[in-house]
């Protein structure tokens, strides 16, 4: 008798034991359906728009997106050496082309900004446009290869101080935030920056003539690699041009294209034509680099 319960006993528990093992095999498939895991867009976009990216994630509207920042002819050679991208945010055309000239996809137009010299708040006295090319100015530029750099070539060129303002550049800088944080830090006296990097930096703006000033354009590269997550790549484009996009945009001095603003007209300026000239026709920095 004694046996017997013993072997009853042993039979129940090994029946529990595959009811409970059954039960969780069952189950797993379903819980990994109830909760998908939808991987975050890899966005690599220009050192200029880390600030307006970072707030762009927080609103409601915003799909999950992870950003690398860096000049954008950086991103451009980063991307053609195989690394992994949804969307390519350039600050001008030429990154942008260059990108699509091996990695097929769509490219537009998201929004503008215009071009203004950040001056260091400590430096004492007023401080006008042409006194960038005074002798005593100490100047920081973005470099040639680099769209802020390849901007403000345009626009001295335009005001035709564009030698006098070369021989004060102390640095050539790989991005333009890295040229504005020399200002900020009292290096320089004054470098040419986008209106959008100042907000909540320790610098001064001042204007630069509209007869002078250039529309830097930043478009939108749809990458190969983001196949499979087409309504999420939809959905980070649109959105600059909701109510909450474009009120952040208009915070940080963008403009953008599409929706009835005027850079609804945008056409391919001078600036851009001058980026898309052959790269040896981009100014020498031989002299006065440190």
């Given at each position: 008798m004694g046996n017997r319960f013993r072997a009853r006993i042993t039979l129940f528990s090994l029946l529990c034991l595959f009811a409970s093992v059954g039960c969780g095999m069952g189950d797993r498939p379903r819980a990994k359906a109830e909760r998908p895991l939808s991987e975050p867009l890899v966005v690599f976009a220009a050192a200029s728009l880390s600030d307006v990216l970072r707030e762009y994630a927080a609103l409601p509207s915003t799909p999950p997106f992870k950003v690398n920042a860096a000049g954008s002819q950086t991103l451009a050679s980063q991307i053609l050496s195989g690394a992994n991208a949804d969307i390519f945010v350039s600050a001008n055309r030429l990154q942008a082309e260059r990108v699509l000239r091996e990695r097929k996809g769509p490219m537009k137009p998201l929004f503008t900004t215009k071009m203004v010299?950040?001056?260091?708040?400590?430096?004492?006295?007023?401080?006008?446009?042409?006194?960038?090319?005074?002798?005593?100015?100490?100047?920081?530029l973005a470099a040639p290869e680099v769209p802020a750099g390849a901007y403000a070539r345009v626009v001295l060129e335009r005001a035709g101080i564009f030698e006098k303002v070369r021989k004060n550049v102390v640095s050539w800088e790989p991005d333009v935030r890295a040229a504005l944080a020399k200002v900020e830090f009292g290096e320089v006296d004054a470098g040419i920056v986008y209106r959008s990097d100042l907000r909540g930096r320790k610098v001064r703006g001042v204007s630069i003539p509209d007869s002078f000033n250039v529309t830097a354009t930043y478009y939108a590269v749809v990458l190969p690699g983001s196949a499979g997550k087409h309504d999420t790549v939809r959905r980070?484009?649109?959105?600059?041009?909701?109510?909450?996009?474009?009120?952040?945009?208009?915070?940080?001095?963008?403009?953008?294209?599409?929706?009835?603003?005027?850079?609804?007209?945008?056409?391919?300026?001078?600036?851009?034509?001058?980026?898309?000239?052959?790269?040896?026709?981009?100014?020498?920095?031989?002299?006065?680099?440190?």
């Open positions: 010299v950040a001056v260091a708040r400590g430096r004492a006295g007023e401080f006008h446009f042409g006194d960038l090319g005074g002798s005593s100015c100490k100047v920081v980070f484009l649109e959105g600059w041009r909701s109510p909450g996009g474009r009120a952040l945009l208009e915070r940080y001095g963008f403009e953008p294209v599409g929706g009835g603003g005027r850079a609804d007209s945008h056409r391919s300026s001078d600036s851009e034509a001058f980026l898309l000239r052959p790269r040896g026709a981009l100014f020498s920095r031989e002299r006065n680099v440190v």
